[in-house]
């Protein structure tokens, strides 16, 4: 089956860390960009980051010096390395992936998600005390 599936999400305490993946069956990312974005109740959808094919990655100001966002194309993955988490950063967070978009395009896109190639179902995060 071709998909996306997340992981990782969960409930965690202010100033602590989780790691999401993203891992890809069916077909391969390497020539895609890939990256996160994230939704929480009553907000817009907002691009957290993304990785070109080339290993380029791109931040939203809000996450940038706290989330890493790398590529292991051997396991076909892509992990977001959230540290020092805020009680905003709760959310779903969604994995796409995309062909044709570039890593900046990528991350401050207003798309609809059925415009990217790949989509998934989403991992919830909640930073809460």
């Known amino acids: 089956q071709v998909q996306l599936v997340e992981s990782g999400g969960g409930l965690v305490q202010p100033g602590g860390s989780l790691r999401l993946s993203c891992a890809a069956s069916g077909f391969s990312l390497d020539y895609f960009t890939v990256g996160w974005f994230r939704q929480a109740p009553g907000k817009e959808r907002e691009g957290v980051s993304s990785?070109?094919?080339?290993?380029?990655?791109y931040y939203a100001d809000s996450v940038k010096g706290r989330f890493t966002i790398s590529r292991d194309n051997a396991k076909n993955t892509v992990y977001l390395q959230m540290n020092s988490l805020k009680p905003e950063d709760t959310a779903v967070y969604y994995c796409a992936a995309d062909f044709s978009l570039s890593g900046l395009a990528f991350l401050v896109s207003q798309s609809p998600s059925n415009t990217f190639d790949y989509w998934g179902q989403g991992t919830e995060v909640t930073v809460s005390s």
């Open positions: 990785v070109s094919s080339d290993s380029n990655t």
